[in-house]
């Protein structure tokens, strides 16, 4: 089974400053897909970023980046130049190979000020 | 760019009714996911559908049931609705293919009194 572990509290961020996400995960899988999504107080589930298992190079998104350490199982999330609006709540979630079912963490609460 | 559209986005219901959700994927994604997300929680798998067969079947009640149809669009149906099944209810798209990336709709908020 897949799992997703998030265990940092939630976290204020000075605007313009970058902001680290973690994420580690445990799974059997060769082939799994890392994701994180965003979502505001709104509700709606925003993808931000993918990692593929084999993907060599940690993938980047305009202002986000995936730090990916395979061999330690861990998918962070960097915000760089934060933003009022990036405040949310982000999830980090991993698929299955083969059905694709996504297995979110707990979540990471980020609120930037000022 | 077109997303996913879900409807409605809210509901209230009261308990032992019925209710039908409806998800209109993103165009050429023909895989269908359906999550649930309790208050304060992460979201949980449902079910999903590919090329309107059910692909994989995760937590679902045996009250609850789905279908694809033809032009890919997805329906979740409820039946005997308890208070615990207040939720986000969200449907996702992606294209065929291992670890596709999954875009979500805005989801539909179930309200049971």
């Known amino acids: 089974a897949q799992k997703i572990t998030q265990t940092q509290p939630g976290m204020f961020v000075q605007e313009k400053e970058a902001v680290t996400l973690d994420c580690t995960y445990d799974?059997?899988?060769?082939?799994?897909?890392l994701f994180w999504y965003k979502q505001p107080s709104s509700g709606e589930m925003i993808f931000l970023i993918y990692q593929g298992s084999y993907d060599e190079q940690n993938a980047t998104e305009g202002r986000y980046s995936l730090n990916f350490q395979k061999a330690r199982k861990s998918a962070n999330l960097v915000i760089s130049a934060s933003q009022l609006g990036d405040s949310a709540m982000y999830f980090c979630?991993?698929?299955?190979?083969?059905?694709?079912?996504?297995?979110f963490g707990k979540g990471n609460q980020v609120v930037v000020i000022p | 760019a077109a997303g996913v559209i879900q409807s409605p986005r809210h509901l209230i219901k009261e308990k032992r009714e019925t209710a039908t959700l409806k998800c209109y994927p993103i165009?050429?994604?023909?895989?269908v996911y359906w999550y649930q997300q309790g208050p304060g929680q992460d979201p949980q798998f449902l079910i999903s559908?590919?090329?309107?067969?059910?692909?994989d079947k995760g937590s679902i009640p045996d009250r609850f049931s789905a279908q694809q149809f033809s032009d890919y669009h997805s329906e979740l149906n409820m039946s005997s609705l308890e208070l615990g099944d207040s939720a986000l209810y969200f449907c996702a798209s992606s294209l065929k293919g291992n670890n596709q990336p999954q875009h979500f709709g805005d989801g539909t908020r179930l309200s049971i009194l």
């Open positions: 979630a991993i698929s299955s190979y083969g059905n694709n079912r996504l297995a």
């Open positions: 799974t059997s899988d060769q082939s799994y897909g």
């Open positions: 559908f590919y090329e309107k067969m059910q692909s």
């Open positions: 165009p050429r994604h023909d895989t």
